[in-house]
């Protein structure tokens, strides 16, 4: 586990805050807390018995002090303060976002037009299984992948980076793309021609499509003119003998616990084409909802 992997691994450092500030609360509550009242006991007993005294000997005595001594006696330490102040918080996201909703920024156009660079999205961590935060390990079975889900996972080349892309092939499909056009297990789906989408960052229009590959359909992006994958980008992934490539198509029968990728934005999209399968292990969650976008509004809702 390297510095690098550590940085880029917030569930991580939320963690490992958890532990820490965890571990100073319980230590306050359980030792510190105990170790002052018997501090604020014995000096309140001596300042009884001082008072006691002087008043035996006809003095008269202050006890307005007796609470601010007291008081000084009892007060937190700064650290331990602030330890007991964010423990309750850091637990409360910890367990929020490894368990239930986890949010995340869309950095990339690979999925226009289903997601824009720009949105805030939310991610269902518990509809593919509850798994343990940090290790990513699942221990209780809900729901499986299935084809058409938008799912966040692991990059298999790099598990500090986070992916999101469609699931288009499960466990054991026969995938092939050709023409532009993807076929599973031997059916081609349908395809209906949309208006030209306008791309407002280059000023250019791409070719865009319902695609039926689960209900309801979604929307996907071709450029005309541009390959169905660049033979140059395809790597050496692991199982790369369960795919066969040749010049306009390439075709890929999804090995058990894994699932192939690819993006809605298909020419601008590094996907299962180029770096292969997400292994089960991966998987992060479902994206389920646009919770905002900054630079438009319009874009909260639910994702198909």
């Known amino acids: 586990m390297n510095l690098q992997f550590i940085l880029g691994n917030f569930a991580l450092i939320l963690f490992v805050a958890m ?21 604020a006991d014995a000096a309140l007993a001596a300042f009884d018995a001082r008072n006691a005294k002087l008043t035996a000997e006809g003095i008269k005595v202050d006890n307005t002090s007796r609470q601010s001594i007291e008081a000084a006696i009892l007060r937190q330490p700064t650290w331990i303060e602030y330890s007991g102040s964010f423990f309750p918080v850091i637990a409360l996201v910890f367990i929020l976002r ?46 499986d992948p299935q084809r058409g889900d938008v799912m966040v996972f692991k990059y298999p080349e790099d598990m500090s980076q986070d992916y999101i892309k469609r699931v288009v092939g499960v466990p054991g499909d026969k995938i092939t793309y050709a023409n532009k056009r993807l076929s599973v ?16 960052e280059k000023l250019v229009y791409h070719k865009q499509f319902t695609e039926n590959l689960s209900e309801p359909p979604h929307r996907i992006l071709n450029e005309p003119g541009k390959l169905t994958y660049n033979p140059d980008q395809v790597k050496n992934f692991p199982q790369h003998e369960a795919c066969t490539y040749s010049a306009e198509q ?55």
């Not at 571990?23 to 170790?35: G, S, T």
């Not at 156009?109 to 390990?137: A, C, E, H, W």
């Open 19 to 39: 532990v820490l500030t965890g571990i100073i609360w319980c230590l306050d509550v359980f030792y510190f807390a105990r170790q002052r009242r018997v501090a």
């Open 98 to 143: 490894s368990f239930l909703y986890e949010p995340f920024k869309i950095p990339s156009g690979s999925m226009v037009p289903t997601l824009m660079i720009g949105d805030l999205i939310l991610v269902n961590k518990f509809t593919y299984g509850i798994r343990l935060p940090v290790l990513n390990q699942k221990v209780i079975d809900v729901n």
């Open 185 to 200: 297990n031997g059916k081609e789906l349908a395809y209906a021609p949309l208006d030209d989408y306008l791309d407002d």
């Open 250 to 304: 390439f075709t890929c029968v999804v090995p058990p616990g894994n699932y192939f990728m690819m993006g809605d934005n298909r020419d601008n999209s590094a996907d299962s084409r180029y770096w292969g399968f997400v292994p089960n292990k991966n998987i992060v969650g479902k994206a389920f909802f646009v919770w905002m976008n900054f630079s438009s509004l319009k874009r909260i809702g639910s994702i198909h």
